[in-house]
């Protein structure tokens, strides 16, 4: 399996960033149409894809190469 890369792991990130609004958004309509169950479920889904956003965008900025380095004379 080829290893992640900074692109494909903010890519992961952004589709997870997504996927968590539109969870909020079908939380919040089950909620106002009275089904507490789906709500649940759908809340439960948004806790999930906001820690699989937080987790993919940190790993990006840890593969991310640093900037140039800085020279001791400046």
């Known amino acids: 399996m080829p290893a992640l890369t900074p692109r494909s792991s903010r890519g992961f990130a952004l589709c997870a960033v ?3 609004v539109l969870a ?3 939380a919040v309509v089950s909620f106002t149409k009275g089904s507490l169950v789906l709500g649940i479920v759908w809340v439960l889904l948004t806790g ?3 820690n699989m956003a937080w987790y ?3 790993r990006a900025r840890q593969a991310a ?3 140039p ?3 001791a004379g400046e």
């Open 18 to 20: 997504v996927v968590c």
């Open 24 to 26: 909020v958004a079908a």
């Open 48 to 50: 999930l894809t906001s």
């Open 56 to 58: 993919y965008a940190r």
């Open 65 to 67: 190469p640093a900037g």
């Open 69 to 71: 380095p800085a020279t």
